[in-house]
Nanobody, 122 residues
Framework: QVQVLDSGGGAVETGGSLTISCRISQLSRPDMAWFRQVPGKEREFIAARRRDGHLYYADSVKGRFTITRDSAKNTMYLQMNGLKPEDTAVYYC??????????????????WGQGTQVTVSS
């Protein structure tokens, strides 16, 4: 049974840094992504790491957020620097076999974590 476990959220001040992680079990070389959601809004694409190693970032986080992966641990990380209050959201890890054109689309991903809260105070 595939399991997606995201963790590491917390509260930081503006300008601070935080790293969240996503551990996936029972899934070989998936395409992986991070999305975030605030109440009343649609889930927003943040970043993705495809199984070929290519990385994709939303314009809103480019230059501040970085995806890394530890293949030995089946874990993906999202290093978040220069955090802003507008980054406050529940962050979700997603995984699956995703066609290239749907890399940024939440409907392209089959497996999801339970979400981890990130709160940035001003």
């Amino acid at each position: 049974q595939v399991q997606v476990l995201d963790s590491g959220g917390g509260a930081v001040e503006t300008g601070g840094s935080l790293t969240i992680s996503c551990r996936i079990s029972q899934l070989s070389r998936p395409d992986m992504a991070w999305f975030r959601q605030v109440p009343g809004k649609e889930r927003e694409f943040i970043a993705a790491r495809r199984r070929d190693g290519h990385l994709y970032y939303a314009d809103s986080v480019k230059g501040r957020f970085t995806i890394t992966r530890d293949s030995a641990k089946n874990t993906m990380y999202l290093q978040m620097n220069g955090l802003k209050p507008e980054d406050t959201a529940v962050y979700y890890c997603a995984a699956g076999t995703v066609i290239l054109s749907r890399t940024h689309d939440e409907s392209g991903y089959y497996y999801w974590g339970q979400g981890t809260q990130v709160t940035v105070s001003s």
